[in-house]
């Protein structure tokens, strides 16, 4: 079985910065793309960062390149994403997604609350 649990998020002001981390467990985790979601109060879900198995691939959103970096420790079984600069308007849960090809493992989302 694979488990994605999320840490790192909490209140933060405008400009400020955090980092989330995903520990993941199981045998296969070097292999997965990782990827962070996040989704805002009345919004859907949207798509914010990836990284594949290597380490040497990664695709962002539009609206966070420039300020957000993804990562991982296939040593730690752990994806980062740092936040810098971050503005009220990034106010959602954040998701860590791992898998294969697509994402087919989630982890429960932790709440990054960014005041105006």
């Known amino acids: 079985q694979v488990q994605l649990v999320e840490s790192g998020g909490g209140l933060v002001q405008t400009g400020g910065s955090l980092r989330l981390s995903c520990a993941i467990s199981?045998?296969?985790?070097?292999?997965?793309?990782m990827g962070w979601f996040r989704q805002a109060p009345g919004k859907e879900r949207e798509f914010v960062a990836a990284?594949?198995?290597?380490?040497?691939?990664?695709d962002y959103a539009d609206s966070v390149k420039g300020r957000f970096t993804i990562s991982r420790d296939n040593a730690k079984n752990t994806v980062y994403l740092q936040m810098n600069s971050l503005k009220p308007e990034e106010t959602a849960v954040y998701y860590c997604?791992?898998?294969?090809?697509?994402?087919?493992?989630w982890g429960q989302g932790t709440q990054v609350t960014v005041s105006s």
């Open positions: 990284i594949d198995w290597s380490g040497s691939m990664t």
């Open positions: 199981g045998r296969t985790f070097s292999i997965y793309r």
């Open positions: 997604a791992a898998g294969l090809k697509s994402y087919h493992y």
